[in-house]
């Protein structure tokens, strides 16, 4: 029952509801505080009024009354109150004897048994409540000779409570009930973005995530929670965005070599070859299988770094022997092709990473240097050890590539030439998967260009600092 009130009574009547008890449990407190204090109040003043009256009588008293008449009396007092009043007054001996009254109630059980300071009683005759007070009567001497008492009913006081009870059971319900209605409509006020924002999300789908709150408020809780959502929102639409591109232009990419695949395939069929011919297709073919084998590498690898699913199997490494075996690799392409390949790299420089991933990395970046590297070009490689860290360049001769194109060049399937590219069996994801391999080891990579100057590649990893204190 409780979680189904939880989950189902909607957060402003629950906000409202708590609201009220809070309001209701201090309105108690405080008429609690409020009764005890005015009752209080008023039975002190009704005390000091009693003080002085005793104490102007005692005053007014004549002592040779007690040597004549054995007994003080109030004859020189003045005249007593009403009885309407409720209001009585005696005078007695040390011993307890009764020497003088005056006024409405002189029941034996209104004044009690103490001789001295204050006392309520209750008047066995009546029911009545009142309140006593009694004060010595001293001689020359300082002797106690006899007692003064006065009493004043509390009927007033009890009445007057009665009614401030009253006022106060009719004004704390209506008091709750105007503080409901208005907490209510605050709480729906300060709510009213949070519909907004249940609002916006129900119309948001994934063909449409361009929808945005624009909350216009104050920067309080509810502020932050809308800005805050417009900017979830914003993540969200790159990132779809981002996902439809990479789907779109890995579909264009497998396109390609599938169409050639299947023109080919139906060329060679559409009649009888002799062998020399059939084997020189299927090199053809196996051309094109090659490059959707590496495209969907590729696209294999960039999916798991997307989901951090790539693991990398670190050990300290020798940078230089890395190096020296890729270049053996590639040097036959570029004598092939007339491209003339310098390495400047010291003996030993300690890295600390992945064997198979920075080895996809340089290959890659010679892979681009070789390819865009023109005739009878140049490709300079060089690395180093500068202040905690190796930096590694490629650079290549050639043409170049305008500003306008750097920003882009590890943006995946981005190409500054597409022709070109596809031409060369370039995918468009080198550079960016040798961006996302410099990342997991903790790097960094750059591009730079002039025009006619060619491209330069910088590659900056951490230093193995083990295997360098080693050395």
Do not use: C
Not at 137 to 160: E, H, M, P, R, Y
């Amino acid at each position: 029952m409780t979680d189904y009130l939880r989950y189902r009574i909607p957060i402003r009547t629950r906000l409202t509801l708590w609201y009220l008890f809070l309001m209701a449990v201090t309105f108690i407190l405080f008429a609690v505080y409020l009764l005890a204090r005015f009752q209080n109040g008023l039975i002190s003043a009704l005390d000091t009024s009693l003080k002085i009256t005793v104490s102007k009588t005692i005053a007014a008293m004549d002592e040779e009354d007690l040597i004549e008449t054995g007994k003080l009396t109030f004859d020189n007092v003045g005249q007593p109150q009403p009885e309407t009043v409720k209001f009585a007054m005696r005078v007695i001996s040390s011993q307890g004897m009764l020497w003088d009254t005056y006024g409405a109630a002189q029941n034996e059980s209104l004044w009690g048994t103490g001789r001295e300071g204050y006392s309520t009683q209750s008047d066995k005759d009546s029911g009545e409540e009142w309140r006593t007070y009694s004060q010595s009567i001293l001689d020359t001497n300082g002797q106690i000779i006899g007692f003064v008492q006065a009493a004043q009913s509390l009927d007033d006081v009890l009445l007057t409570m009665q009614e401030l009870r009253s006022q106060l059971l009719f004004g704390i319900p209506l008091l709750l009930l105007f503080a409901g209605f208005g907490g209510y409509l605050l709480s729906n006020r300060a709510l009213h973005p949070i519909q907004k924002i249940t609002q916006t999300a129900q119309e948001i789908s994934a063909r449409d995530l361009s929808r945005r709150l624009e909350y216009q408020g104050p920067q309080d809780e509810i502020g932050r929670l809308a800005h805050t959502f417009d900017q979830m929102l914003e993540r969200l639409q790159s990132a779809f965005e981002h996902e439809r591109r990479f789907t779109s232009d890995a579909a264009h990419e497998l396109r390609t070599p599938l169409t050639i695949l299947k023109g080919q395939i139906e060329v060679t069929l559409n009649r009888p070859r002799n062998s020399s011919d059939y084997e020189m297709k299927l090199q053809e073919l196996l051309v094109q299988v090659e490059r959707l084998i590496r495209l969907s590498n590729a696209l294999l690898f960039m999916s798991r770094s997307d989901h951090n699913e790539l693991s990398l199997n670190k050990a300290s490494l020798n940078l230089k022997e890395l190096l020296d075996v890729i270049v053996e690799q590639f040097q036959p392409i570029a004598h092939e092709k007339g491209v003339t390949m310098h390495m400047q790299i010291p003996n030993h420089l300690p890295v600390y990473g992945d064997t198979d991933q920075l080895t996809r990395l340089f290959v890659n970046l010679l892979d681009n240097a070789v390819k865009y590297t023109p005739a009878d070009g140049l490709i300079n490689m060089e690395a180093w050890n500068s202040q905690g860290e190796i930096q590694a360049t490629i650079h290549n001769s050639g043409a170049g590539i305008s500003a306008q194109h750097l920003p882009h060049m590890f943006e995946r399937f981005y190409r500054v030439d597409a022709d070109r590219s596809s031409q060369s069996g370039g995918t468009g994801l080198g550079l960016s998967i040798a961006r996302e391999i410099v990342r997991l080891h903790g790097g960094k990579i750059s591009i730079s260009s002039e025009a006619g100057n060619g491209v330069k590649l910088t590659v900056s990893l951490p230093v193995n600092t083990s295997s360098t204190r080693s050395h």
